[in-house]
């Protein structure tokens, strides 16, 4: 049964940080690209960031871009975004999955809320 499971996000003033965190099971991990996406009240999923597994390649939207880190440990099975220098409208909850064929289940997500 393949498990992601989103964990990290909280509560932070606009400017701040946080690092979130996906730790899957139940795939192989190392051969998978991933990406994160968020979806804010209201509104649909957004691409945010993505990750190849061989050549470690990154991409990003224009709007983290800059901002925003990915990165993955093999080992561990997980994967990271570390956010800066975040902005209310960064508030959502963001969700990780595989870039290529996305699983149908998802996390539940990990909530983000950018607010002074």
């Known amino acids: 049964e393949v498990q992601l499971v989103e964990s990290g996000g909280g509560v932070v003033q606009p400017g701040g940080s946080l690092r979130l965190s996906c730790t899957t099971s139940?795939?192989?991990?190392?051969?998978?690209?991933m990406t994160w996406v968020r979806q804010a009240p209201g509104k649909g999923l957004q691409w945010l960031a993505s990750?190849?597994?061989?050549?470690?390649?990154?991409y990003y939207a224009d709007s983290v871009k800059g901002r925003f880190t990915i990165s993955r440990d093999n080992a561990k099975k997980t994967l990271y975004l570390q956010m800066n220098d975040l902005k209310s409208e960064d508030t959502a909850v963001y969700y990780c999955?595989?870039?290529?064929?996305?699983?149908?289940?998802w996390g539940q997500g990990s909530q983000v809320t950018v607010s002074s």
């Open positions: 139940g795939f192989t991990f190392s051969t998978s690209a």
């Open positions: 999955n595989r870039l290529l064929r996305p699983f149908a289940s």
């Open positions: 990750i190849y597994n061989k050549n470690r390649n990154t």
